[in-house]
């Protein structure tokens, strides 16, 4: 395990999963600090067994069966474990709402109606 790795499963046993905030980061490269507070990514958020567990997911480009084979467990123990970690992370959005410069342009177009650039702007407010 990298020195990087076990400092990180050692804030992890120290915190007991308890949430917690960062509120200094310096940036190794020039040691510029900035203070305040920031909370963690959500994968960062997961315990450590989970973090491995969701990057062996992605390394295997999702392929449960290979999940399967490198933990040693079957296909429903991989899904149950997938559905958990699921329900602990938010859903991010990968199609926004258009911008409203998008939709008056679309509208310029005739693309759309007037009544729809409406909805559509008021759906964003």
């Known amino acids: 395990m990298t020195e990087q790795a076990m400092d990180w499963q050692e804030l992890t046993n120290l915190t007991r999963g308890q949430p917690f905030l960062v509120e200094r980061v310096r940036l190794a490269g020039n040691g510029v600090a900035i203070e305040g507070e920031f909370e963690l990514p959500q994968l960062a958020q997961l315990n450590v067994e989970d973090q491995?567990?969701?990057?062996a997911f992605v390394r295997c480009h999702g392929s449960i069966k290979e999940m399967e084979r490198i933990f040693g467990v079957s296909y429903p123990t991989v899904k149950s474990r997938l559905n958990r970690i699921?329900?602990?992370?938010?859903?991010v959005e990968t199609?926004?709402?258009?911008?409203?410069?998008?939709?008056i342009d679309r509208l310029r177009r005739g693309e759309i109606t007037a009544q729809q650039a409406v909805v559509e702007l008021k759906s964003r407010a």
């Open 52 to 55: 491995v567990f969701v990057t």
């Open 95 to 103: 199609d926004p709402a258009p911008s409203r410069a998008d939709v």
């Open 86 to 91: 699921t329900q602990m992370l938010d859903f």
